[in-house]
């Protein structure tokens, strides 16, 4: 099978960060893409793995998981998970995510006990029905993706089309996935400590208030503990600070805002609590690195 190993980068014309997931097909121990000792996820980054032959070892906050054909692997942004050993003839697909586009899709079908309870158990047997029809997605999705590759030269007509078409691919797979996860039943359910169950509320507490509300004190001040306090268990829990938290969710959604050619910029800027079009411009271009505007005209819209 053909390895696609940079399927982010601009196709079409169309901006890269529009594209759900970066696909690459595992081939015999690919050192550049795959290799032992590497951390498959920090930050910004999230993904899966699901293996075809052979088996995987990885490790996550001192737990090891062995990954064997027909065995999918979940990584989250913000956990740190290292491939610890690989065997020689291990094949499989490893699908790396654009964290902006799936947090607006988590958010839209997963509660914050959901996404900790795939944290802590991301190790998932499928059935054969199961395996074949995740197979038989990313064939299509790689399809697609080829399609893009080589479409050189079209009209804005068609290439918002293609856009849409193949957000519209990676949204299905991504929804598969979460339908398969929860259908099966992980084993061994982890207990919740005192700090997860701080980063639970905080999360659920983001999810209602990011609209209004993008100061640490405040969401601190919801659990009746000081900032500094707060943010050191969501970071120690999470592996990222509360503020980079709230920034990445007020970005992920202003980005979808905007790739909605319907709203002005003022609008959204409004939606956001922001005093005006131009704090949210600064805001937004501070984490970007360019103004909503460039931002729009970049996404095609």
Not at 29 to 41: A, D, I, K
Not at 50 to 62: A, D, L, P, Q, T
Request: glycine residues 4%; proline residues 4%; hydrophobic residues 35%.
């Amino acid at each position: 099978m053909e390895q696609l190993s940079n399927s982010s980068q601009k196709i079409g014309g169309a901006h890269p960060e529009l594209f759900p997931f970066r696909v690459s097909y595992i081939v015999k121990r690919n050192e550049t893409l795959f290799s032992e000792g590497q951390v498959l996820s920090n930050a910004d980054r999230c993904g899966m793995f699901i293996c075809e032959r052979g088996e995987v070892e990885v490790s996550f906050e001192e737990q090891s998981y062995v990954i064997h054909r027909g065995d999918m692997y979940i990584y989250l942004a913000s956990s740190l998970v290292r491939i610890r050993k690989i065997h020689p003839d291990t094949e499989g697909f490893l699908l790396d995510g654009n964290l902006d586009f799936l947090t607006v899709l988590a958010n839209r079908v997963l509660n914050a006990e959901q996404i900790l309870f795939i944290r802590y158990h991301p190790c998932l047997t499928l059935t054969e029905a199961q395996h074949k029809s995740l197979r038989h997605s990313i064939h299509a999705y790689e399809e697609r993706l080829r399609d893009l590759y080589t479409t050189s030269s079209i009209d804005a007509g068609r290439r918002t089309v293609l856009r849409e078409l193949y957000q519209s691919l990676g949204s299905s797979f991504f929804f598969e996935v979460i339908y398969i996860y929860l259908t099966n039943k992980p084993l061994d359910p982890k207990p919740l400590s005192n700090r997860d169950l701080v980063f639970q509320r905080f999360y659920n507490d983001l999810s209602r208030h990011y609209c209004e509300e993008r100061e640490v004190t405040f969401y601190a001040a919801l659990q009746h503990v000081s900032p500094r306090y707060f943010s050191s268990l969501v970071k120690e829990v999470s592996g990222r600070s509360a503020s980079q938290w709230i920034v990445q969710k007020v970005i992920a959604e202003a980005k979808a805002l905007l790739e909605m050619p319907d709203l002005s910029i003022k609008e959204i800027a409004t939606r956001f609590n922001f005093p005006s079009q131009s704090f949210f411009g600064k805001y937004f271009k501070h984490y970007v690195g360019c103004s909503p505007k460039a931002y729009r005209r970049q996404s095609g819209y």
